[in-house]
């Protein structure tokens, strides 16, 4: 069964979870959880997480590195390799 759309409630999530499992795994797609109405939660797959943390990290790195720049606490290319 595939996962039509991929905004569900809760009461999917509780009654349909391996097939859940097995869409999200083959699709990696997230699907987002609602209650009451409200979206609560969002489920992915693993290497999807893996994936999204690394780009978060790599992110993060680039911004450090662009503030350095901003404050002057860097050194030029030929002094690091001199």
Same mark, same amino acid.
């Given at each position: *069964?595939?996962?039509s759309?991929?905004?569900?409630p809760?009461s999917?999530l509780?009654?349909h979870m391996?097939?859940i499992?097995k869409?999200?795994?083959?699709s990696?797609?997230?699907?987002?959880i609602?209650q @009451?109405g409200?979206?609560?939660?969002?489920? *992915?797959?693993?290497?999807?997480?893996?994936e999204?943390?690394?780009? $978060?990290a $790599?992110l993060?790195i680039?911004?450090?590195?662009n503030?350095?720049?901003?404050? @002057?606490k860097?050194?030029?290319?030929?002094?690091?390799?001199?």
């Open positions: *069964m595939k996962i759309s991929q905004i569900k809760i999917y509780k009654s391996a097939e499992v869409d999200i795994s083959e990696r797609e997230p699907l987002f609602t @009451n409200e979206a609560k939660l969002v489920v *992915m797959d693993v290497k999807s997480y893996e999204q943390k690394e780009t $978060l $790599l993060k680039l911004a450090l590195g503030r350095e720049i901003e404050q @002057n860097f050194r030029d290319a030929e002094d690091v390799f001199a």
